[in-house]
């Protein structure tokens, strides 16, 4: 398995480009969206997602790892498997799919070819319960990684799944500059609360 691969493109088609790396060819299939950044000869970091079912072994890579973050969480929804996954993120950037989810924008998320209404609601609601707690603003984004980071270390102290949501539920994230500053907020706004 990998989590991620560095090295030169060879050559790049419309869905998936070949990288060297110390004379083997991978083939990492990307979203669309980034075919204009890639460039024939450059160095390139793609975050791989490892896609394996039965006979099938795909590499797919992003530029950033958030991608790869929303990309795994498209990919928990059912009905919702890994071609329509990463043509939403074809279509649009990690800020434009938050913003889509904080407005409940599901006309906007139907211009994904093959999504229809029904499914871009369920993309909505699943998604919507995963990033409750991400404002989104123009200039910068809470990372999901973050999210993920302050659950995890906030179980780790002891705290259960209900508190930390009733928690986040009532904190504004994007005042927190780092994961270091989030821990402490949320543990002064807990024991506040207790």
Known sequence: MFEYLYGTVEYKKMDYIA???NGVGY???????????????NKYKFYIYNYIKEDNYKLIGFLEEKDRKIYEQLLKIDGIGPSLSLAVLSNFSYNKIIEIISKNDYTT???VPKLGEKKAQIIILNLKSKLKNLTYTEEETISMDMLEDLVLALEGLGYSKKEIDKTLSKVDLSVFSSLEDAIKGILKNMRIGE
């Open 27 to 41: 083939k990492i299939y990307f979203p669309l969206r980034e075919y204009e950044k890639i460039e024939v000869g």
């Open 19 to 21: 990288i060297d790396i």
């Open 109 to 111: 998320l139907r211009q």
